[in-house]
């Protein structure tokens, strides 16, 4: 089955600057990717997601590139600010519309 | 977007009771919803997936007597935790997908406590 790998585990970033976050997959039949932000307690709330037709995907501060044929994907966060502060999982769909989903990173935005 | 509704946000039991978890789907039809385990400072384990009028399909590793599925209609899917003990304490999270290979959307989760 699917395999996500997610790095790194924790990032602390300034307030204003960018954040990176990888993902590696394993199942080159994975088609969809998602980014998901967790606070505390709560559930995973949709923040970006991106599809196998597609390299790189927009929405205001936040970025998402894919690269099908390296098999990984990055979340990008620009003007970070404290309010970003959060858990952080990649995912990748496998067959069976299962979600698979990354360890976590845990973002750190200090003021 | 489509709402997931999950129920209780929080419960606890005493250890060799069962626990009823309730995830909705409350403006869309959901043929399969998914039963995700999280522990503190963890990711999302994918427990079981569970199909509208069959059998769940459950992962490697989760006892399908422990953990009884049941998704009787296009909205509403159950998890019950069966003779609890105290090490299945954890947050349990439904989710249902809104369409074939769409976006998941996830209920509010359940926070266990089993004393």
């Known amino acids: 089955g699917e395999n996500v790998e997610q790095h790194p585990s924790t990032l602390s970033v300034q307030e204003g600057d960018s954040a990176v976050i990888k993902c590696t997959y394993s199942?080159?039949?994975?088609?969809?990717f998602p980014w998901y932000k967790q606070e505390l307690g709560k559930r995973p709330q949709l923040i970006i997601d991106?599809?196998?037709?597609?390299g790189e995907k927009k929405d205001q501060r936040i970025a998402v590139t894919l690269n099908k044929t390296a098999k990984h994907f990055s979340l990008h966060i620009t003007e970070t600010q404290p309010e970003d502060s959060a858990v952080y999982f990649c995912?990748?769909?496998?067959?069976?519309?299962?979600?698979?989903f990354g360890a976590g990173t845990i973002l750190r935005v200090k003021s | 977007g489509a709402v997931v509704s999950q129920h209780p946000s929080r419960v606890i039991c005493k250890s060799g009771t069962s626990v009823k978890i309730e995830c909705r789907s409350l403006?869309?039809?959901?043929?399969?919803m998914f039963w995700y385990r999280q522990f503190p400072k963890k990711s999302l384990m994918l427990m079981a997936t569970?199909?509208?009028?069959?059998?769940?399909?459950?992962e490697q590793g989760v006892e399908k007597d422990k953990f009884l599925i049941n998704h009787a209609s296009l909205t509403l899917s159950t998890l019950t935790v069966t003779s609890a003990h105290p090490e299945d304490s954890s947050f349990y999270i439904c989710?249902?997908?809104?369409?074939?290979?769409?976006?998941?959307?996830f209920g509010q989760g359940t926070r266990l406590t089993v004393v």
């Open positions: 989710s249902a997908l809104s369409g074939q290979g769409a976006e998941a959307f």
């Open positions: 199942d080159s039949a994975s088609n969809y």
């Open positions: 991106i599809r196998s037709n597609v």
């Open positions: 995912a990748a769909i496998e067959y069976g519309n299962k979600l698979v």
């Open positions: 403006d869309f039809q959901a043929t399969t």
């Open positions: 569970s199909n509208e009028g069959s059998k769940a399909t459950y």
